[in-house]
T-cell receptor, first 116, second 114 residues
Framework: AQKVTQAQTEISVVEKEDVTLDCVYE???????LFWYKQPPSGELVFLIR??????QNEISGRYSWNFQKSTSSFNFTITASQVVDSAVYFC?????????????FGGGTRLMVKP | EAQVTQNPRYLITVTGKKLTVTCSQN?????MSWYRQDPGLGLRQIYY???????DKGDVPEGYKVSRKEKRNFPLILESPSPNQTSLYFC????FGAGNQPQHFGDGTRLSIL
């Protein structure tokens, strides 16, 4: 069964600090997809990134970067020079290919608070 | 505008009174699903649908029903709601399955069952 663990329930940083959100997953499938979603205080869920299991290249998008390591089953998310607008709950999610990718399993989420 | 629309956004009701939360998408997506969000548990999948008349259970289907009679609509039905179904519910859709597609989420429905 697929499982996603986000061990950090809450993180508090001061603006301009770098912060890394951890995500560890479990799967028996060799083909799977990993996602990060952001939920700002307004409540909507915003897609940030998708990564498939065959693509271990790290990705950078502005102040955001993602580190995918299959050896440790981790897909960590780093925000560089954090801003108050980054305050949100962030979810990591996993979908396995062997069930036709129909089920999406989320981690418990990490609440990030960026203080001015 | 491409969107997933849920109604109602908020509902307070009593135990045992049947309710339906509607979900509609205008993107011609084949895949739709329902999640509930509870503190510390993240989002958990209730049901999903790959296409019209094709539905399947997610991780927490007990106490819920769904139907997919039309491609655009995927209502969530609570036949006899109980207080443990008090939660924030999200509907989502994607062109195909959840695996290789980012999900488009509705704005959520907050249900309180007294």
């Amino acid at each position: 069964a697929q499982k996603v663990t986000q061990a950090q329930t809450e993180i508090s940083v001061v603006e301009k600090e770098d912060v890394t959100l951890d995500c560890v997953y479990e799967t028996r499938d060799t083909t799977y997809y990993l996602f990060w979603y952001k939920q700002p205080p307004s409540g909507e869920l915003v897609f940030l990134i998708r990564r498939n299991s065959f693509d271990e290249q790290n990705e950078i998008s502005g102040r955001y970067s993602w580190n995918f390591q299959k050896s440790t089953s981790s897909f960590n998310f780093t925000i560089t020079a954090s801003q108050v607008v980054d305050s949100a709950v962030y979810f990591c999610a996993l979908s396995e290919h062997n069930n036709a990718g129909n089920m999406l399993t989320f981690g418990g989420g990490t609440r990030l608070m960026v203080k001015p | 505008e491409a969107q997933v629309t849920q109604n109602p956004r908020y509902l307070i009701t009593v135990t045992g009174k049947k309710l339906t939360v509607t979900c509609s998408q205008n993107m011609n997506h084949e895949y739709m699903s329902w999640y509930r969000q509870d503190p510390g548990l993240g989002l958990r999948q209730i049901y999903y649908s790959m296409n019209v008349e094709v539905t399947d259970k997610g991780d927490v289907p007990e106490g819920y029903k769904v139907s997919r009679k039309e491609k655009r609509n995927f209502p969530l039905i609570l036949e006899s709601p109980s207080p443990n179904q008090t939660s924030l519910y999200f509907c989502a859709s994607s062109l195909f399955g959840a695996g290789n597609q980012p999900q488009h989420f509705g704005d959520g429905t907050r249900l309180s069952i007294l």
